[in-house]
């Protein structure tokens, strides 16, 4: 099923788009975990590198999508800072307006 990607200006979408894509991650980053029987993320990152220089590697292809997943979670976690930053400006807005609205109450 393919989800339609969520705009920086609707906070809850795009924070559930990023929530989806850095599981896909988590999930694609485990298999690859097991596939290679690596013990932390450096000994991941030694294991791909070593792949990439094998010719037809056996994980040649769950490398490619986990590459592809960091590519759409960079994307989504860009999005995510645009919408946070959006979300706290209007916050901030909307404070001063109403900071605005009870100074004039005061007077």
């Given amino acids: 099923m ?3 990607e ?3 200006t609707n906070f809850l979408e795009t924070r559930e788009e990023f929530r989806r894509e850095l599981h896909r991650l988590n999930q694609l980053e485990a298999k690859l975990m097991t596939i290679f029987e690596a013990t932390d ?3 991941l990152e030694h294991h791909l590198l070593l792949a990439r220089g094998t010719k037809n590697h056996p994980a040649s292809t769950m490398i490619e999508l986990f590459n592809q997943q960091n ?3 960079d994307r989504a976690s860009l999005k995510m800072d645009c919408a ?3 979300q706290r400006n209007r916050v901030e ?3 001063q307006a109403l900071n605005k609205d009870l100074a004039l ?3």
Wanted: proline residues 5%.
């Fill in 105 to 107: 109450v005061e007077c």
């Fill in 2 to 4: 393919a989800h339609k």
């Fill in 71 to 73: 590519t759409i979670f």
């Fill in 6 to 8: 969520a705009c920086p």
């Fill in 84 to 86: 946070l930053l959006l």
């Fill in 41 to 43: 993320a450096a000994d």
């Fill in 93 to 95: 807005a909307q404070q």
